[in-house]
C-alpha cells in the first residue's frame, strides 16, 4: 500500500513541474516562429583552360620495329607541341603500351601479325585561344590518336563566390515575401546551409585526328544554399 504524499513533498513536485513544463514549449514556440527558405543563383563562365589526350599509334613486324618507329613520330610530336608554348609541367604521359596483334577470324592457332605500340600524353592548355593552333601542329607532327577533349574553368572557387552572393540576396528576397503574405516580419539569421553548390561541369567533345574548329562555349557555375530567418516578435 502506497503512503500518501506530506504537504511538503507535494509541493516541491508541483514548484519542479512549473519549472520544466515551459521548457518544452518555449523551445517549440521558437521554432515556429521561424521561416526556412532556399536560395539559388547561377552565373555563366566561359572556359579558360583546356585539358586535351592526344598521342601516337605505331604498328610494326616486331616489337622492337614498333617502338622505334613510335618513339620517332611521338618525338616529333612533343617538339610541336612545345614549340606551340606549352610548357614542360602541362605534358605528362598518360598511356604507354605494346601489345601482339593477331590474325583474327580464322580456325586453329592465331598467327602472329605484329606489334602495335600507343603513346599518349595529357596536354594541360593555359590560354585557351591557343588551343586550335596547338591541336593543328600535333596532328601535322603525326599525333594519330585523341581520346577527347575537356574545357575547364581555372577560377571556379573564386567565381562561385559571387553566385553565393547571389543565392544569399535570393533567399532573403523569398523570406521577406512570404513573410509580408503572412503578416509578419523578419528577424536575423539563426543558421544557413549550403545544399547545392558545385563547379562547372566539364564539357568533353569527342575528336578524330584531324583538324577541326574548336568551341569551348560557357558553363554555368550554381550556388544553393537553405537560409532559416527568425521572426520578429
Known amino acids: 500500500m502506497m503512503k500518501p ?3 511538503r513533498s507535494l509541493s516541491m513536485m508541483i514548484a519542479v513541474g512549473l519549472l520544466a513544463a515551459p521548457m518544452v514549449p518555449a523551445a517549440a514556440r521558437a521554432a515556429e516562429r521561424s521561416i526556412t527558405v532556399t536560395g539559388e543563383a547561377t552565373t555563366s563562365v566561359a572556359p579558360d583552360n583546356a585539358n586535351i589526350r592526344l598521342g601516337v599509334t605505331s604498328q610494326g613486324k616486331n616489337a622492337r620495329e614498333a617502338s622505334e618507329a613510335n618513339a620517332r613520330q611521338m618525338t616529333s610530336v612533343l617538339a610541336a ?3 606551340s608554348g606549352v610548357a614542360d609541367r602541362d ?3 598518360s598511356r604507354l603500351s605494346l601489345q601482339p596483334q593477331y590474325e583474327q577470324g580464322k580456325a586453329g592457332p592465331a598467327r ?5 605500340v600507343t603513346n599518349q600524353v ?3 592548355i593555359r590560354e585557351i585561344e591557343k588551343f586550335p593552333g596547338i591541336l593543328d601542329r600535333a596532328i601535322a607532327a603525326g599525333a594519330n590518336e585523341m581520346s577527347g577533349i575537356e574545357f575547364v574553368v581555372s577560377e571556379q572557387s573564386k567565381l562561385l563566390d559571387q553566385a553565393r552572393d547571389d543565392a544569399v540576396a535570393d533567399a532573403r528576397r523569398k523570406a ?3 513573410a ?6 523578419l528577424g536575423p539569421v539563426s543558421s544557413i546551409s549550403e545544399e547545392g553548390s558545385s563547379p562547372p561541369r566539364p564539357v568533353v567533345q569527342a575528336m578524330r585526328a584531324s583538324a577541326v574548329p574548336v ?3 560557357e558553363q554555368l557555375l550554381r550556388a544553393a544554399i537553405s537560409v532559416t530567418f527568425e521572426l520578429a516578435p
Open 122 to 124: 595529357s596536354i594541360r
Open 215 to 217: 568551341a569551348p562555349g
Open 5 to 7: 504524499l506530506s504537504r
Open 91 to 93: 605534358v605528362q604521359t
Open 112 to 116: 602472329l601479325l605484329g606489334f602495335q
Open 81 to 83: 607541341i612545345k614549340e
Open 180 to 185: 509580408k503574405a503572412a503578416g509578419v516580419k
Open 176 to 178: 521577406e515575401l512570404y
